[in-house]
């Protein structure tokens, strides 16, 4: 989710970094090649990475399926409330680009994050932007949202982004302290800061020289 959608096309360097991560054919490719399985325990996942043109029909609606189950109730809560045809509409975005962990026995989804290399809300600095992470109940709490999230931040290292970027319900107490456990602190643009009511806040991960993810 995020609270708007467009890409100024002024050529400056920021945007010129913005066009070369968006020219990428395959962004996980370009990272190191242990962020293509995750194995913990009884879980052993393979990641692969889709820009939104390629997304199968299934997988697509599996990952409304998904959304529904984990964030329908926080959606109802907020100001936006749930679509299931907005969601998909967001997954199809021209520049969207998603990450899916699928159970490496039988290709089941396990979990996704769909994110876009975009300016921030200033408008000043290129940056990855997650728009969503889901999982099932079933495999949340075993490091799998941290290794994404890692490498979403190792995609964003690679492409010399600034920063990750995420919207969180403030209702989603669980989400808001995953990210801050990873680092994530409140962006100069969260609505908090800039004086307005809202249900979400944003937040971000800085990337400096010589940031590494775990
Ligand atoms: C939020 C979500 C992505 C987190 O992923 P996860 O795989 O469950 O989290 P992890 O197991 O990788 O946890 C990473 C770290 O965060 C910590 N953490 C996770 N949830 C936490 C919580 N509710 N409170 C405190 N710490 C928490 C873990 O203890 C872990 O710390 P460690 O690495 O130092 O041991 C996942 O639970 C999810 O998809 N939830 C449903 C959908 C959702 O809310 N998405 C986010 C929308 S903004």
């Known amino acids: 989710m995020r609270n708007k959608n467009k890409i100024p096309a002024n050529h400056n360097k920021s945007n010129l970094r913005l066009l070369g991560a968006n020219m990428s054919v395959n962004p996980l490719l370009e990272i190191d090649e242990k962020r293509r399985v995750y194995q913990n325990g009884d879980l052993s996942i393979e990641i692969t990475c889709l820009h939104s043109k390629d997304l199968p029909a299934e997988t697509l609606a599996a990952m409304v399926d998904l959304t529904e189950e984990t964030m329908k109730e926080h959606y109802e809560k907020s100001e936006y409330g749930w679509n299931r045809k907005s969601k998909e509409k967001e997954f199809k975005h021209d520049t969207a680009r998603i990450l899916l962990a699928k159970d490496a026995s039988n290709g089941k989804l396990l979990a996704f994050v769909h994110y876009r290399f ?29 290794y994404l999230m890692d490498t979403l931040l190792d995609i964003g290292v690679r492409f010399k982004m600034n920063k990750v970027m995420i919207t969180c319900f403030k209702h989603n107490t669980d989400a808001f302290k995953f990210y801050e456990k990873l680092g994530y602190g409140l962006d100069i643009c969260t609505p908090s800061k800039c ?20």
């Not at 300016?119 to 709490?141: A, H, N, R, T």
């Open 118 to 146: 975009e300016l921030d809300d200033e408008e000043k600095f290129p940056v990855v932007y997650c728009y969503e992470i889901q999982m099932p109940k079933s495999v949340q709490g075993k490091g799998l949202g941290r």
């Open 195 to 214: 004086g307005l009511e809202k249900t979400y806040e944003i937040m971000n991960l800085k990337i400096r020289a010589g940031t590494q993810a775990s």
